[in-house]
Nanobody, 122 residues
């Protein structure tokens, strides 16, 4: 298992950018696909983006495609989520997670971070 710690959340105005980071602690980071999920108050956790272990393959939720970009630096054991043109509906707690195989389903992810709050003001 890998331990994950998210950072970079905060308050941003509509249309603004924000970059989240997720630091991983564990020897298997490069072999793990990584995902970003989010959960808004009163809603279920939903998939946002995912990236393969080698960084070549990415997946996005339709609601963020074209605005968000997931990337990783295996030398730094870190995965990023660059969020642009943020909207109030992007407000949520964002979680990073690790899995053996690239997936958009939360149930396939075995390691989770504690989450970081993103609030987009109108």
């Amino acid at each position: 298992q890998v331990q994950l710690v998210e950072s970079g959340g905060g308050l941003v105005q509509t249309g603004g950018p924000l970059r989240l980071s997720c630091a991983a602690y564990g020897r298997t980071f490069g072999s793990n696909a990584m995902g970003w999920f989010r959960q808004a108050p009163g809603k279920e956790r939903e998939f946002v983006a995912a990236i393969s272990g080698n960084g070549i393959i990415t997946r996005y939720a339709p609601s963020v495609k074209g605005r968000f970009a997931v990337s990783r630096d295996n030398a730094k054991n870190t995965v990023y989520l660059q969020m642009n043109n943020l909207k109030p509906e992007d407000t949520a707690v964002y979680y990073c997670a690790a899995t053996d195989r690239l997936s958009t389903a939360a149930l396939h992810y075995g390691s989770w971070g504690q989450g970081t709050q993103v609030t987009v003001s109108t």
